[in-house]
């Protein structure tokens, strides 16, 4: 067959990018969003606190950020954290945290389930399971519908 | 218990009832409005209303002028008025919008009615004396997605609006040439056509219903990230959210000064109180669960059940959900009383069922709840 057009260059345009109509996100400043402390967080977890582990690692969540390596490194992290607790101590830790903190929690277990490890899977279910009973299927919708998220 | 009654296995797409009650004009997920009058417990259709070419997606009921306004997907509305041989006649109003229309409410005083739509704009209509017609002027800044909900201020000018661009706002809607220039409100003064008095980020989610309190000086709205958020005008517009842990709500309205009902995805009207800054869940309004459970099954009927069907529990909670809507709540409005003291509400969703809620009745089912 033959070609009736010297370029079809033109097929691979993403045409949505040019709607003016086009529904862009309003930019709020993360620029100085680091992620949570990895050195705090490492000693926290050598010092066996793993409750205070979990309280520095949920704290500033790289959510404006468009870097993808950051939110990767904080995903590891929070991954890192939730793997040392023993089982029976997990609804305790989940009850110590407030509504935000549950929500935050939530959305990192969803993006861990994203990326499954060897062992990832096992240990975030028993997180989801506790983190459920606490934050409810609200805490769910929140992941889904969340535009900015870790 | 509360009045439940069936309209068929199709959603019921939007409700309005007449000025006594009487009479309501529904959709069932169809270009067509059937108005049904309530005799003998039972509402019986005497009406359709057939004009739109495609779903009809909002109805509103003038209660004084008795002329009902519809929407619908095919971007236009209808006015329809009733006849001396009482039929009921439309007029077409030309909103010129290019996308669906989505609501449509009639303002307090009913010479005016918006149309919220798809074409990132609402539309205010007004009928024009000399041309014999219905004009519509548009509101589109800043406005970035669907409009999907509106709710008029009893002052005839404010409209709330909530939108699929995760905002919530209030804009004067005033029009000089059916009324009198509005005086202040908390909202603002200055409220020339378009203007945006005020506009408050809903959360994550879209906002699928807004209600202004009875005296305009509270906006409350649901949003899809399970939020329900209160702002409050008179306390220098203090933005209050909770985020719920249910499922999200469709559509919330005030029953009394201080008190929220919201429905949705949970099929199960909610009640709210908002005080000081304060957004409090105070209880589920449907006990059909509690009444279910109290049945009891003989250990025979229990075996033979799991043996024939595999049920292993009350054979009741396996087929039907425990409330009274079997899917989705999608349109709560005041039944008898006002914003600020309702005796009862309805309830119509995509189970195709209308449910008429009597707060009397809810306040003694369930102990020490007060509606107040």
């Given at each position: 067959?033959?070609?009736?057009?010297?370029?079809?260059?033109?097929?691979?345009?993403?045409?949505?990018?040019y709607?003016?109509?086009?529904?862009?996100?309003?930019?709020?400043?993360?620029?100085?969003?680091?992620?949570?402390?990895?050195?705090?967080?490492?000693?926290?977890?050598?010092?066996?606190?793993?409750?205070?582990?979990?309280?520095?690692?949920?704290?500033?969540?790289?959510?404006?950020t468009?870097?993808?390596?950051?939110?990767?490194?904080?995903?590891?992290?929070?991954?890192?954290?939730?793997?040392?607790?023993?089982?029976?101590?997990?609804?305790?830790?989940?009850?110590?945290?407030?509504?935000?903190?549950?929500?935050?929690?939530?959305?990192?277990?969803?993006?861990g389930?994203?990326?499954?490890?060897?062992?990832?899977?096992?240990?975030?279910?028993?997180?989801?399971?506790?983190?459920?009973?606490?934050?409810?299927?609200?805490?769910?919708?929140?992941?889904?519908?969340?535009?900015?998220?870790? | 218990?509360?009045?439940?009654?069936?309209?068929?296995?199709?959603p019921?797409?939007?409700?309005?009832?007449?000025?006594?009650?009487?009479?309501?004009?529904l959709?069932?997920?169809?270009?067509?409005?059937?108005?049904?009058?309530?005799?003998?417990?039972?509402?019986?259709?005497?009406?359709?209303?057939a004009?739109?070419?495609?779903?009809?997606?909002?109805?509103?009921?003038?209660?004084?002028?008795?002329?009902?306004?519809?929407?619908?997907?095919?971007?236009?509305?209808?006015?329809?008025?009733?006849?001396?041989?009482?039929?009921?006649?439309?007029?077409?109003?030309?909103l010129?919008?290019?996308?669906?229309?989505?609501?449509?409410?009639?303002?307090?005083?009913?010479?005016?009615?918006?149309?919220?739509?798809?074409?990132?704009?609402?539309?205010?209509?007004?009928?024009?004396?000399?041309?014999?017609?219905?004009?519509?002027?548009?509101?589109?800044?800043?406005?970035?997605?669907?409009?999907?909900?509106?709710?008029?201020?009893?002052?005839?000018?404010?409209?709330?609006?909530?939108?699929?661009?995760?905002?919530?706002?209030?804009?004067?809607?005033?029009?000089?040439?059916?009324?009198?220039?509005?005086?202040?409100?908390?909202?603002?003064?200055?409220?020339?056509?378009?203007?945006?008095?005020?506009?408050?980020?809903?959360?994550g989610?879209?906002?699928?219903?807004?209600?202004?309190?009875?005296?305009?000086?509270?906006?409350?709205?649901?949003?899809?990230?399970?939020?329900?958020?209160?702002?409050?005008?008179?306390?220098?517009?203090?933005?209050?959210?909770?985020?719920?842990?249910?499922?999200?709500?469709m559509?919330?309205?005030?029953?009394?000064?201080?008190?929220?009902?919201?429905?949705?995805?949970?099929?199960?009207?909610?009640?709210?109180?908002?005080?000081?800054?304060?957004?409090?869940?105070?209880?589920?309004?449907?006990?059909?669960?509690?009444?279910?459970?109290?049945?009891?099954?003989?250990?025979?009927?229990?075996?033979?059940a799991?043996?024939?069907?595999?049920?292993?529990?009350?054979?009741?909670?396996?087929?039907?959900?425990?409330?009274?809507?079997?899917?989705?709540?999608?349109?709560?409005?005041?039944?008898?009383?006002?914003?600020?003291?309702?005796?009862?509400?309805?309830?119509?969703?995509?189970?195709?069922?209308?449910v008429?809620?009597?707060?009397?009745?809810?306040?003694?089912?369930?102990?020490?709840?007060?509606?107040?």
């Open positions: 067959m033959s070609k009736n057009v010297s370029s079809d260059r033109f097929r691979k345009v993403d045409v949505d990018e709607d003016e109509n086009k529904f862009v996100d309003e930019e709020e400043g993360g620029e100085n969003q680091q992620g949570p402390d990895e050195g705090e967080v490492d000693s926290l977890i050598r010092q066996g606190n793993v409750m205070g582990a979990l309280q520095a690692v949920l704290k500033n969540p790289p959510m404006n468009k870097n993808q390596a950051l939110k990767d490194r904080a995903e590891g992290l929070v991954l890192k954290v939730l793997s040392s607790f023993k089982s029976g101590d997990i609804e305790k830790a989940v009850q110590s945290l407030d509504k935000n903190g549950v929500d935050l929690l939530m959305k990192y277990i969803y993006k389930f994203e990326q499954p490890t060897e062992n990832s899977s096992a240990v975030l279910l028993q997180w989801h399971e506790k983190a459920l009973s606490a934050g409810g299927v609200g805490s769910i919708v929140r992941v889904l519908t969340a535009r900015k998220t870790v | 218990m509360p009045d439940n009654y069936s309209f068929g296995i199709e019921v797409s939007c409700h309005a009832f007449n000025k006594d009650r009487t009479q309501v004009a959709s069932l997920n169809d270009s067509e409005v059937q108005i049904h009058k309530f005799a003998a417990g039972k509402w019986a259709l005497t009406d359709t209303l004009e739109h070419g495609q779903r009809v997606t909002g109805i509103d009921w003038a209660p004084n002028s008795n002329r009902i306004v519809t929407c619908g997907a095919d971007r236009n509305a209808y006015v329809w008025t009733k006849q001396s041989d009482n039929k009921w006649k439309p007029t077409l109003v030309v010129r919008i290019n996308r669906a229309a989505t609501s449509v409410r009639w303002s307090p005083q009913e010479n005016k009615f918006a149309v919220s739509s798809g074409a990132r704009m609402i539309a205010i209509c007004y009928f024009e004396q000399e041309n014999d017609w219905w004009i519509s002027k548009q509101i589109k800044k800043p406005i970035r997605s669907t409009v999907t909900c509106l709710d008029w201020h009893p002052n005839n000018v404010l409209l709330a609006c909530g939108s699929t661009d995760f905002k919530a706002r209030v804009y004067s809607a005033y029009i000089k040439d059916v009324e009198e220039k509005p005086s202040a409100t908390s909202w603002g003064s200055k409220m020339p056509f378009g203007n945006l008095m005020a506009e408050f980020s809903s959360g989610g879209w906002v699928h219903s807004i209600s202004f309190s009875a005296n305009g000086e509270r906006l409350a709205w649901v949003g899809h990230d399970s939020s329900v958020c209160v702002v409050d005008a008179a306390n220098g517009q203090q933005l209050t959210t909770v985020k719920t842990d249910v499922l999200p709500f559509s919330i309205t005030w029953v009394t000064d201080n008190s929220l009902v919201a429905a949705g995805f949970d099929c199960c009207p909610m009640l709210y109180t908002y005080s000081s800054g304060n957004i409090n869940f105070v209880s589920k309004l449907d006990d059909t669960a509690k009444q279910q459970v109290a049945g009891k099954v003989s250990a025979m009927a229990r075996f033979k799991m043996d024939s069907r595999a049920a292993t529990d009350d054979s009741a909670s396996e087929t039907s959900l425990g409330t009274v809507h079997q899917n989705t709540i999608t349109q709560l409005s005041i039944h008898s009383g006002t914003k600020s003291k309702c005796t009862k509400f309805a309830t119509s969703g995509v189970d195709g069922q209308l008429v809620w009597d707060v009397k009745s809810l306040e003694s089912a369930f102990a020490g709840l007060r509606i107040a």
